[in-house]
Every structure is written in C-alpha cells, then in structure tokens.
C-alpha cells in the first residue's frame, strides 16, 4: 500500500480496504444471479468504478441482459432499460420537447437516458442514426436538444448488449461508437454444472426478483472517487503508451488504438488495483485488463482475417496477447515514492 505522503487521500470517504470489500460484496451478489462468470462480472464492475461504458457481445440467450440487470440491481441507482429495435428514433433514447398548451412553451421531456446505470439492449439492432444518440451522452455525459444542453446523473455508465455481427437484423457498430465503451467482454456458454444448477433454479422463479441491493449510490460515488485517486507510476504510464502504439504498428492490424483507449486503459486498471485492496497500479493491472479494453477498438487487415484459424480463438483477441506478450514490461517500481 502506500506509505507517507499520501497527500489528498487522508480525507477520501473511503479507504482502499473498504473499496476492495465493497466490490467484493457486489460480485458475490451477481454470482448469486449468474454463476461461474465471475470474469464477466469483474470486468463490468471494473468498468462502473472506472466511469466508463460496456459492451457486452455474444449470441442471444447466454445472460448479457441478466449481467447488466443483475449489477443494477446491486447498486441502489436509478436505472432504466432501453431495447434498441430497427424503428427506434434518437428522440426515444434521448428525449422530445413536446408542447405544452398551457405555458404556451416546449417542455422537454427526458428519455430514459437520464439514469445512473442505463441498459442499451440489443444496440446493434437499431439504425446507426439512433446508434449514434448515445455518442454525447457516452463522452460527455450531457444530451444537448433544441439548443439547450442538459446534464446527464452522475455517475453514468451505459451497459450495452449486442449480438454477433453476423447474426440476422443487425446494424455494426461504427469505430466511433465502439470507441466510447471502456471495455467489451463476451459471456460464453455456461459449464455442464453451472447450466443443470440453473434449470434448478429458476424452475419457477428468477433469481434477479430477490436481488436486493448490496451498495448505496452514496456509497458508489465514494468508491469512484476513491479509485480516481489510485496512484499510477511513470513506468506504468509509459508501458500502457507502448501497448497502444505497438496496435498503431502491428502489421496485422489496419487500425490501432486511439489515445482515448490508452487513458481508459489506465482508469480501468486503477479500478482493478482497487478492487484487488491497492492504490498503486501494476503493470499487471494494465495486463489484464488489454483484451477487454482494446480488443473491440481495433481492425484486423484482410490478409490477417484470411489467415486465420478460428478454431484458435478471436483474431483481435489472440493478436492483443501477442503484443502485450511481446511489450517489454517496467522494471521501476509502481509504489509512491
């Protein structure tokens, strides 16, 4: 942990301790929900603490929409629900000024987007027009209609689900809008154990209707700003910097990283150091945190895709581990000095 000379910490509501404990609390409380994802559930808590945006991305039916639900739940916020469709308008998302023949004046009425945790369901079955609603509000936290700019609850995360590109119905997902979510993670097909625990269950309920909240939203604000006080070395910095670049320069890649993938890789692995009871981050934290953080913002060039073997896993994914196994890792130390 840190030592003296903490200065600016000795008046946080929270210690890292009781961050740890807090996050702890929340995973278990969603395991009760979806069992043996605990992966999944880390990474999406991660993603709340560090005050960015997931994707959750695998075929229908695996409980995308039951994670997201299942860590709303956990945290007493306000929450809303939208389930993106192909006739769906921006205004649906954001919200419409609507007459009032009273007052004589346009009232605006809020869209669901005016919540503290929002589930964007199914994003990519909407057209692109309505994809790119949640382009201000993801990046800047603010929904801007008929000339008057409205501020968004804080926190803000958006938990959105998607399909496979490939599936029937779909729209993908510009760069620019991938680009806004912090972190994409896939929830895969449950164990054999996992799936006939399951069927027990919920053979005539959903876990998700006795899910009670195990954190205020008092209590959630303290742990974010506890994580955004997480010390990171110049070392550690610069190893994040190098993973990026080494994307820009990958021959298999036509696009790399962008400058904000690198900042959100840092603010997601001070999340992590947090939650693992550190306030100093390790090049461990940046480690574990590369697929998920950078995996979705990059473009395989063609020759890349048509080499090849899927049997071996995701191509993004697989040439992410190659450069972070290839990047040099700090010798200097990532405590305060």
Do not use: W
């Not at 395991?31 to 605990?38: D, H, L």
């Not at 993603?47 to 229908?60: F, K, N, Q, R, T």
């Not at 609603?133 to 801007?144: K, N, P, S, Y």
């Not at 993004?316 to 290839?326: K, Q, T, W």
């Amino acid at each position: 942990m840190g030592g003296p000379g903490d200065a600016g910490r000795a008046d946080l509501p929270l210690g890292i301790d009781e961050v740890g404990s807090l996050a702890a609390s929340i995973v278990q409380n969603v395991e009760t929900v979806i069992a043996g994802k605990r992966e999944a559930i880390t990474a999406a808590l991660t993603v709340l603490l560090a005050e960015g945006h997931l994707l959750i991305e695998d075929v229908p039916g695996v409980g995308k929409t039951m994670l997201a639900k299942a860590l709303a739940r956990s945290v007493d916020a306000s929450v809303s629900r939208i389930q993106f469709t192909p006739d769906l308008l921006p205004s649906d998302v954001t919200g419409v000024s609507v007459f009032d023949q009273s007052t004589r004046h346009f009232e605006f009425k809020r869209g669901p987007v005016f919540a503290n945790l929002v589930i964007g369901d199914e994003i990519n079955r909407a057209s692109p027009k309505t994809q790119s609603a949640l382009l201000e509000c993801m990046e800047e936290g603010q929904v801007t209609a008929d000339g008057t700019t409205y501020v968004l609850a804080q926190p803000f995360t958006v938990v959105a689900t998607q399909n496979p590109v490939e599936m029937e119905g779909t729209y993908p997902l510009p760069e620019a809008q991938r680009d806004r979510f912090m972190a994409r993670v896939s929830m895969g097909y449950p164990s054999p154990a996992d799936e006939i625990a399951m069927l027990s269950t919920r053979e005539t309920s959903s876990p998700l209707d006795r899910l009670e909240p195990v954190v205020s939203l008092a209590e959630l604000r303290d742990m974010i700003q506890a994580v955004q006080h997480v010390f990171t070395s110049q070392p550690v910095k610069e190893y994040a910097v190098q993973l990026a670049r080494a994307t820009r320069e990958d021959r298999q890649l036509r696009l790399g990283a962008s400058p904000r993938a690198t900042l959100q890789l840092i603010r997601a692995a001070k999340a992590h150091a947090a939650m693992h009871g550190r306030d100093f981050v390790l090049p461990d934290d940046v480690d574990a945190l590369a697929v998920p953080v950078l995996a979705h913002r990059l473009v395989p060039t063609s020759r890349a895709i048509g080499a090849h073997d899927r049997d071996s896993g995701p191509l993004i994914d697989a040439i992410v581990r190659r450069i972070v196994g290839e990047t040099p890792v700090p010798v200097g130390s990532a405590r305060r000095s």
